[in-house]
């Protein structure tokens, strides 16, 4: 075989092998509120 057909085959083979790899889900996770309402005390009813 020639480089050049080698070459093709080679990068096929590679690309094959890429697109069959199985795929990682990343998991997000919200953060948690940094402060809270305030409570109402009656003040200004």
């Known amino acids: 075989?020639?480089?050049a057909t080698r070459i093709v085959l080679g990068l096929g083979l590679?690309?094959?092998v890429a697109a069959c790899a199985p795929k990682v889900e990343e998991v997000v996770v919200?953060?948690?509120p940094i402060t809270t309402e305030p409570a109402s005390t009656g003040k200004y009813k």
Do not use: D, H, T, Y
Request: a neutral charge; glycine letters at 0%.
């Open 30 to 32: 919200a953060p948690a």
């Open 14 to 16: 590679l690309a094959f």
């Open 1 to 3: 075989m020639s480089n």
